[in-house]
């Protein structure tokens, strides 16, 4: 892995030197588009509306237009903001893990301890863990401000950025709004429901069978040397179609007896 982001944790008097590293990566296959009357490769190009010129990447800057004015924003200038020159990662606060939302979080990252020593790193680590809370931090990454959870994984120092509280949308739906009725045995069949589904998540027993089945698609061309019918390689699907209404009971009932007959066949 490669540091995005070399600086230090804040803690109080306590100075931890950290590198970032991103903490996930992407698996989808990488496509690119293609003409499909003779499939020739798609290009984009910047081009320049007042010459017409294909401009290289690093002659490009960024502006603000107010609808009459436009402002030039050059690299020279973001560089010069306070924020964007700091290199520290600094706690706010902790706080209760239950409080925050998960809608909040965005992007995760691991710090590694950046020094001779790791005992700063390590106290940290060990705060976070014994107090069961979570530490608010503010830094500057990207030419943005972020807001970050940070949290303990294993051994390791883990940080989630997150989205600031206006960026998260109001949810109002007015048929919430309009009274419900749910028996006792609909919930007590709903909850026989959920504990015949009832286990400990393993991510890796999880797959993005999309990926998967594109994969075996490209496969299987590659090895035909042309294209091919995607039957020949999934097989005849049926197709989907819009679900009837049906009764929530009879629907509760029939899932639970499902659940058990094959609870009792895996035993």
């Known amino acids: ?89 600094e706690v706010v606060e902790f706080v209760p893990s239950d409080q925050l ?42 030419q943005k401000t972020r807001l970050a959870a940070l949290r303990v994984r294993g051994d390791v120092l883990t940080l989630q950025t997150m989205r600031w509280a206006d960026e998260i949308r109001d949810a109002a739906f007015p048929a919430l709004d309009e009274p419900v009725k749910i028996s006792d045995k609909e919930l007590e069949l709903s909850a026989a429901l959920v504990e015949g589904f009832a286990a400990d998540f393993d991510p890796a027993a999880f797959t993005d069978e999309y990926q998967a089945e594109l994969r075996t698609l490209i496969d299987a061309k590659l090895a035909k040397g042309d294209t091919l019918d995607t039957a020949e390689t999934f097989g005849e699907r049926e197709e989907e179609t ?4 049906i009764d929530l009971m009879e629907a509760l009932r029939a899932s639970v007896e499902r659940s058990r007959k094959a609870r009792a066949a895996e035993g």
């Open 101 to 142: 939302d998960p809608l909040l979080f965005e992007s995760s990252y691991f710090l590694e301890p950046d020094g001779t020593s790791p005992k700063a790193y390590a106290l940290l680590r060990e705060t976070l863990q014994r107090t069961d809370r979570t530490a608010i931090v503010r830094f500057s990454l990207r």
């Open 242 to 245: 819009g679900g009837e209404v």
């Open 1 to 89: 892995m490669r540091a995005i982001w070399k600086g230090a944790l804040t803690f109080g008097l306590v100075n931890v030197p950290v590198k970032v590293y991103a903490a996930t990566e992407d698996h989808d296959v990488s496509l690119h588009q293609v003409h499909a009357a003779d499939g020739g490769r798609i290009r984009y190009q910047r081009i320049c509306e007042l010459d017409g010129e294909v401009v290289p990447y690093a002659d490009i800057d960024r502006a603000y237009d107010d609808g009459e004015r436009t402002v030039v924003l050059t690299k020279e200038d973001f560089a010069a903001l306070p924020a964007e020159r700091s290199r520290e990662i």
